[in-house]
């Protein structure tokens, strides 16, 4: 006897297991079974498929003729901060652009004062509605970065929240420890660089990764190199934020040091998205950022898929630069911006985004854990379509239903 059917499927939405993340043509390939169930035991899935009579259980639940896919995996946020940055706004509609922004002092070095400030108690309870409301939306495997401390106490503060979180809620998180994401106020960026490898140490055990953020005024290309060599040779596998406003070469950089993914590329060169094809690093874009920093250039998803390289996506929540948790949403302005197909954002979302993160997550094979959405949508086109709203009816977060949608009172 099994603990739990779903039944009354009617497409069933199954990402392709593999090794390595899908890449080019391959993504745009998603087995989708017409009138299917899924059988759970243990928290693990026992049989994902069409439908037939060979299974029975404690517990029936009835998707009533819904869609199912596995739960989404949202690979780059910065989830963990004090405070919030509305007021950067009305700046941006003046003009003032977003490194402008940070070179006055604002920006990324305002939440580092916010958070600074922000008690370790304080940073989760704000953290816990984010990631509450990531769950609702049918997200249950979330990468979070720290880069709001920038000194040794307060990356560790938020390195700490991150682990709480992952505690307290069904989800998997992984931690990426972010030490450069910014010069702070008066610090030389080299000595400053030196101390955050310096930390690598230390952080090396509460850490899955190593960032920076390579990028015109914040971390050259080879104070990025140094940086990611140090993690490397510590056996921290690295990200970067690359390649986000100018060109360059944080791609080919990412390649170069075997990074696990190399993230934003709006500004990535021909040379660099050419590479992606002999690699195994994910390309996460971060179509909400494009969106939310008014900005006319997307990145360039159908050149890297042409490429032959491996595509991801995920929200890049943050208080300044993309400031929503509805994976949902970006999605949709993958569609819209990015040009990709319902086939390619299902699988950037779900397998893809979890090879961006060395997270065993994003598929509904015998013995996965059983993690999944019941989505109230016809079909799986039907959500990056229908756009800026939430269609997760049920979440099941290693087969314990964990959200239901509520109705009206
Ligand atoms: N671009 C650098 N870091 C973040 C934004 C952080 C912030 O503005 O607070 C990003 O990925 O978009
Ligand atoms: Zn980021």
Request: charged fraction near 25%; glycine fraction near 8%; proline fraction near 3%.
């Amino acid at each position: 006897m099994n603990d739990t059917i779903i039944r009354n499927i009617k497409s069933l939405i199954l990402p392709k297991k593999t090794d390595r993340p899908l890449r080019g043509r391959e993504m745009d390939e998603l087995n989708i079974i017409g009138d299917a169930m899924v059988v759970i035991d243990g928290g693990k899935v026992v049989y994902a498929g069409a439908e037939t009579d060979g299974y029975e259980a404690e517990e029936t639940i009835d998707a009533a003729g819904m869609i199912v896919s596995p739960a989404l995996v949202d690979p780059h946020t910065h989830v963990v901060h004090g405070g919030s940055r509305e007021h950067e706004m009305a700046l941006k509609r003046q003009g003032v652009d977003y490194l402008t922004i940070l070179e006055k002092g604002g920006g990324i070095l305002n939440t580092v004062e916010q958070t600074r400030k922000a008690t370790h108690e304080a940073l989760f309870d704000k953290a816990s509605k984010n990631i509450t409301r990531m769950i609702q939306h049918g997200v249950l495997t979330v990468e979070s970065k720290s880069g709001y401390g920038l000194d040794r106490e307060n990356e560790l503060k938020q390195l700490n929240v991150s682990r709480e979180i992952a505690e307290k809620f069904p989800i998997e998180m992984k931690h990426t420890f972010l030490g450069p994401h910014a010069i702070p106020k008066g610090a030389d960026s080299e000595t400053f660089l030196n101390e955050m490898i310096g930390l690598l140490d230390e952080v090396k055990d509460i850490s899955d990764f190593a960032d920076i953020f390579c990028e015109t005024g914040v971390f050259t290309i080879d104070q990025s190199r140094r940086y990611m060599e140090a993690a490397n040779e510590k056996g921290l596998r690295v990200k970067i934020h690359a390649d986000e406003i100018d060109p360059l070469g944080g791609l080919e950089l990412a390649i170069e040091q075997d990074a696990i993914s190399a993230d934003h590329l709006v500004a990535a060169s021909e040379t660099g998205k050419s590479m992606l094809k002999d690699s195994d690093t994910v390309a996460v874009l971060l179509p909400g950022t494009t969106f939310y920093l008014g900005k006319d250039k997307f990145a360039d998803a159908r050149g890297m898929l042409d490429n032959d390289g491996a595509v991801s996506l995920a929200t890049d929540y943050n208080p300044g630069s993309c400031v929503t948790d509805n994976l949902q949403m970006i999605m949709a302005i993958a569609g819209l911006k990015l040009k990709m197909t319902p086939n390619e954002i299902w699988n950037a979302v779900t397998v893809n985004a979890a090879h961006a993160i060395g997270a065993d997550r994003g598929t509904l094979q015998e013995g996965d854990a059983a993690n999944l959405v019941i989505w109230d949508a016809p079909n799986h086109e039907y959500i990056p379509y229908h756009y800026g709203v939430n269609h997760a009816h049920t979440v099941v977060a290693d087969g314990r239903v964990v959200y239901e949608r509520p109705g009206l009172l």
